[in-house]
C-alpha cells in the first residue's frame, strides 16, 4: 500500500504533537509558535484535501462569468476597447490553463479594464460593472471565508456556517 | 520618487532592490549574541551579552531577548527589533525610534536605546529598546496568534478601558509640531495632502508587490483616490492601535506599555478609529462584539473616546478610513505578506500564509462598504 497524502499529512501532524513540540523548551516562544502554526496548516490542509481541485475550478469558473459579463457591458474610447481586446484574449488563453493560472489570468484581465473604464469608459458601463464586481466580491468572499473558516479567525462565518 | 512623506518614498524605492535577494536565513541566537558583542565594543567596552533568546509574537520584524550587564555590573534585558528582508509591513527603525523617545513620559513605552538604522553591524536595520513587563494576553487564554480576537475578560476590560481611551486621546493631541520627529514630515500644503500621501504610500506596496489582481481592491482604490477627505486636525496617528499591541500586568491591569508604532505618522487620526474598530481585531462571545474586546459596538467607542480626548468623530470620515484600513488590512496580509512568504524573505513564512487566509474578511467588509456608494 502506497501512502495516501493524508497518510502523510496525519502522521506529520502526529509527530510535531507528540514528538516535536514537547520536545522543545518552554521558552522558545517562536519556536514553538511556528511549530503550533505548522499542525494547524497540516490539519486544515488534510481537512481541505480532498475537496482543493473543486474549489479551485469554481475560483476560476466563477471570474470567467465575471470577466465574460464586463466584457459584455463595457463601453468607451479607445483605453477601454484596448483593455476589452486583451481581456477577450486573456479569457480565450485561459481555458488552456491550470485552474490557478486560468483565475490569474482572469483576474488580471479584469483589472485592465477596470483602470481603462475610468479613463474614458461610459460613465453608466463604469456603475453597472461597478455593481457586478461588488456583487461577484460578495460572494467569493462568503466563499473564501467559508473555506478558511477552520483557521478560526473569523467568528462571524462559523456562526453563519453553524446556524 | 511618489508623492508620500520624503522618508518613506526614499524607503519604498529602496526596497526595490531588495526584491532578488535569495532567500533569508534567520539569524540563530549565537549568531545574534556575536552581533551584539561587536555592535556594543565601542559603545559600552567591557560589556558582557548573556541571555540571547529569539522572542514569539508580532507579524513583522525579528525580536531576540538578551541581558547586557555593564561593567558596574548592572544588568538589564534589552530587545533587539531587526528587520527581516522582506514583511507584512514597510517600516523604517528610525522613525520607529524617533517616535518611541518622542512620547516617552507622554504613554507609557519602551525606551529606546540603541539603533543601527542602515544595518551596519546587523544583517538589517534594528534597534534596541529596553524590556517592559507584561503580557499581550491573559495568560489563561489560549489563541495561536496574538492580537487577533483577544479575549481581555470581565475584569480586565473594566481595568483597561479608561486607560485604553486616555492613551489614544493623548497620542492624537500629541503636540508633534514641538517633538524631535526628523524622520517625519507634516502634510500641511493642502487639507487633502495627508490622506493622499497615505494613499498614495499604500497604493505603491500595493503595486510593487502585487500578487493577484482583485477586482474589488482595484475599485477600492479608485474609491480611495476619488474620495479623500479634508483633513481638519492633523495629528499624531499610531497606526496599529488595538488590543493586542499593549502589555500590561496580567494583575492590576495597568498597561505597562504601548507596542507596534512603526506604522505611525501624522495625518488624520479617523484611521485609529476604523483599525481599532475592525472586527477582525475584535470579539464576538454569546452574541455580544467587542471592539479589541473592549467597547460593545461603534457608538460605544465612538461616544466615550470624544468625552475623553475632546476630538470630533466624523461619521463620513469614519466610512472612508474603514474602506482605507481594509484595503490596507489585505494589502498588509495578502499581499506583502504573500509576496515575503512566497520570496522566502521572511523568518516566519509559515505565519504570514496562515494570515493571509484573513483576506476575504477583508474583501467582504470592502464589498459592503463599498456597495453603500459614496461617503454616508
Redo the contacts between chains.
Sequence with gaps: MNPSVPDRLTSAIRALNFVVLPALPSDASLAREQTQLVIGHLQITLAQYASAPDFETQEADDFRDLLTSVIQLAKGGSVTAAATSEAEKLLAESLKQSALQQTASLQKGLDGLLVALLVDGNEESYSHIRQIVIEQATHRADVDRRWFSLMGFDPEIREIMNA | MIDTEPHLAEMLENRKGRRSLPPYIPQEDGAIRDLLITFFADKLPGAAISGV?????GASKEQFVFTLTQTSGQADRFVLRMDPLEAITETSRKREFEVLEAFEGIVPVPRPAWMDADGSIFPRPAMIMEMVRGTTKPSDIDL??TG??TVLGGRLRKLIRPQYLEMLAKIHNFDWANANLPSFAAPLADPKQATRWLINFWKELLNQDVV?????I??AT?YLEANIPDCDKVAFVHGDFRTGNYLFDEHTGNITAILDWEMSYIGDYHADFAWLLA??FG??INGVFRASDIFEGEEDFITSYEAVSGNVIDRNKLHYFKIFNYWKSYILVSVLGMRAANAQHNH?D??L??LA?????H??E???L??MGEVQ
Aim: glycine share 10%.
Design positions: 533568546s529569539r522572542m514569539g509574537g495561536s496568534v487577533i480576537g493577484a489582481y482583485e477586482p474589488i482595484r475599485l479608485q472586527p477582525v470579539t464576538k516566519q509559515v505565519l500564509t496562515f487566509a484573513t483576506g476575504p474578511m474583501l467582504a470592502l464589498a459592503n463599498l456597495s
